[in-house]
């Protein structure tokens, strides 16, 4: 989990998973450019949308925009290197 600029992990092991911290330094870019409050907003908006839309809690979340970018771009040592800034609109 990131909660800007921190990112929290369950145990230690997850500390050396590059893919782990990678998708949440993502999130971190997320919510900077979003100023950190609007990205929790939109998060949930986003969320409470999906589940509406779903009717089940993993799709509702795998589908918000800012996991869809994370996830799959979270391999991708590089992505953020190259990312422009609010690239997380295009996967709404
Ligand atoms: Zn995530």
């Known amino acids: 989990m990131a909660i800007f600029p921190f990112i ?3 145990n230690t092991a ?5 893919t782990l911290i990678y998708h949440e330094k993502i999130h971190l870019r997320q919510q900077a450019e979003l100023l950190i409050i609007p990205f929790y ?3 949930l908006l986003n ?3 999906n589940l ?7 799709q509702a979340y795998l589908n918000i925009a800012f996991e869809r970018e994370a996830y799959q771009n ?3 040592s590089t992505y953020l290197k190259n990312r422009k800034w609010f690239s997380w609109y295009r996967y709404l």
Not at 52 to 58: D, E, S
């Open 52 to 58: 509406t839309v779903y009717r089940k809690h993993g």
């Open 41 to 43: 907003i939109l998060y």
């Open 47 to 49: 969320y409470l949308i």
């Open 14 to 18: 997850a500390v050396n998973d590059q």
């Open 74 to 76: 979270e391999a991708n």
């Open 8 to 10: 929290l992990v369950s």
